[in-house]
């Protein structure tokens, strides 16, 4: 699929449906965005007629000349934001697929009412590219389908004064769309295909073309060393755990830059979960749905994600992706309910549930990320059923005591839509945690507020971290069609971190 970026008028790209949005409730022509399209008397007439009235991500597909033209609702004046040119441009690319028409002509909307034209620019390329997602590597795609398929998507860009932001908005996107698509392969990935050994060849993989440092470190050598946290959960498994560190670092600054602008570059660690499949070990899982545990390393997949666009895109800050690639298996040599292990830090912990395992392994994680010294430590973690249960799945849990960062981590929310609400990290809520007979235990006796706990527990092997917790267990998968996010792996997490780095300072 190519994307391309032209300066012409609106209707001129000859063999592409040409995409408009439309404001509801409005009759006047100038709801008809962008606004040359008034112009066009006999469109307008059209369009009026058909009885559209421009409700979010409503669709009229009408005839014009030997071509098409695409109106898509953008909802109600008040609400226009930069999500809704995003579900535009996903809304439109799909509705131009599903009838087998092959080019698509997206207008680079007034930057008045939604935005700065880059970004504009890159929330509609964002939006087709995310919307188009399939995954097809394990079927035979009939050939119907196999044809229905875009060639290309034009951006239109009307006012040449806008088109050197515009190829930037959409060169962006497209690097952080493949990596969001990236992780999304990697999450609806089966487990028997993407094991922890996958998972670190994807990371070398990412190493190799971008030219990081990447180590992994194998399983004996995480019992040696003393990961107990990842080699309790590890050592049900036949698949041998990964411990994977993928570093990027900007390309050193131009002679004559200061020493003191080396010394600003941020060192951004973030930690990923990466339970390719949670049974949830001895304390098994209930069968029914059991197979979505193939999703319990979308942490893992966005951090390699953010990665790998970071790379692309050479941002000026350094990043260390930190993940923790195991199963979580019953068998003959699982950890057992009561069982205690020592974790890396030092901290013992009686594991009286071995299901609660993702936070056994993100202990390791986030006590290895002292090392790098880091400016701000981001996890992001399909850590509790409970934040299923408290957010849904359109909200991410934010936990942290930074208040700084957790406004900055919630702008990045806004900014990509990948929105954050924040639960609070009280001490109060820190005893359940501790246990009789070792320093933590694992599970609370109570079952009470189970993601808060949940990062109570992280939050004791993040000592003098600047650090926050993304808890994505609800938002990493949707069971619903969404304009920019077909049902199945979101990718949740990767854009969300770009923003959030993108604009530091
Ligand atoms: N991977 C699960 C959390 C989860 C549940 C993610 C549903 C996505 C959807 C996690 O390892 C887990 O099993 N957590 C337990 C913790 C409990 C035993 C304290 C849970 O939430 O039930
Ligand atoms: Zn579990
Ligand atoms: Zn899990």
Request: glycine share 10%; proline share 4%.
């Amino acid at each position: 699929m190519r994307v391309v970026v032209k300066r012409a008028g609106i209707g001129q790209v000859s063999g592409a449906v040409q995409v408009i949005g439309a404001i509801e409730g409005e009759q006047r022509p100038e709801r008809l965005l962008p606004a040359s399209v008034a112009r066009d008397r006999a469109l307008v007439g059209l369009i009026q007629r058909s009885g559209f009235r421009g409700a979010s991500n409503e669709t009229t597909l009408l005839p014009k000349g030997t071509g098409w033209v695409l109106v898509v609702g953008l909802g109600k004046s008040k609400d226009l934001s930069v999500e809704r040119v995003r579900q535009l441009a996903g809304t439109a690319a799909r509705v131009v697929r599903a009838r087998g028409l092959k080019q698509v002509a997206l207008p680079l909307l007034s930057d008045r009412m939604f935005g700065a034209a880059d970004a504009v620019a890159q929330a509609l390329i964002e939006g087709a590219l995310l919307g188009l997602y399939r995954y097809d590597h394990l079927r035979t795609v009939p050939a119907h389908e196999r044809n229905r398929r875009i060639d290309t998507i034009t951006l239109v860009v009307e006012r040449a004064a806008d088109l050197a932001a515009a190829r930037k908005g959409a060169a962006k996107a497209e690097v952080i769309a493949e990596a969001v698509l990236f992780a999304r392969d990697l999450i609806t990935g089966p487990s028997n295909i993407v094991t922890p050994t996958y998972l670190a060849n994807q990371a070398r993989a990412i190493a190799k073309e971008h030219r990081l440092k990447c180590q992994v470190i194998s399983f004996a050598t995480l019992k040696r060393l003393g990961f107990g946290g990842i080699v309790g959960v590890a050592q049900g498994s036949v698949h041998p755990a990964q411990f994977i560190v993928l570093e990027y670092r900007p390309a050193p600054r131009p002679a004559g830059s200061s020493r003191r602008g080396r010394r600003a570059t941020k060192t951004f660690a973030f930690c990923g979960k990466g339970i390719t499949f949670d049974t949830g070990g001895i304390s098994i899982k209930p069968s029914a749905k059991m197979e979505l545990m193939k999703y319990d390393m979308a942490g893992a997949a966005a951090v390699l994600g953010v990665v790998k666009a970071a790379a692309a895109l050479k941002l000026p800050v350094r990043i260390v992706g930190i993940i923790a690639a195991t199963e979580n298996m019953p068998s003959g040599s699982a950890q057992k309910p009561g069982d205690v292990i020592t974790t890396l830090s030092g901290k013992t912990v009686e594991v009286l549930n071995t299901d609660a395992e993702g936070r056994l392994v993100l202990a390791d994680c986030l006590h290895y990320a002292k090392r790098f010294k880091p400016d701000v430590v981001v996890d992001l973690a399909t850590l509790t059923g409970a934040c299923v249960v408290a957010l849904g799945s359109e909200a991410i849990g934010l936990m942290t005591k930074h208040e700084q960062l957790a406004s900055r981590i919630n702008q990045a929310g806004q900014t990509t839509y990948e929105r954050v609400w924040r639960l609070p990290l009280w001490d109060e809520y820190g005893p359940a945690m501790k246990s009789d007979i070792a320093d933590l235990r694992n599970v609370t006796n109570t079952g009470e507020a189970g993601t808060i706990t949940a990062a109570k527990f992280l939050e004791e092997f993040a000592e003098g971290l600047p650090w926050a917790h993304l808890d994505i267990a609800g938002t990493a998968w949707t069971d619903k069609d969404k304009p920019y996010i077909p049902k199945g792996a979101v990718g949740v997490g990767v854009r969300l971190l770009l923003s959030l780095m993108e604009n530091w300072k």
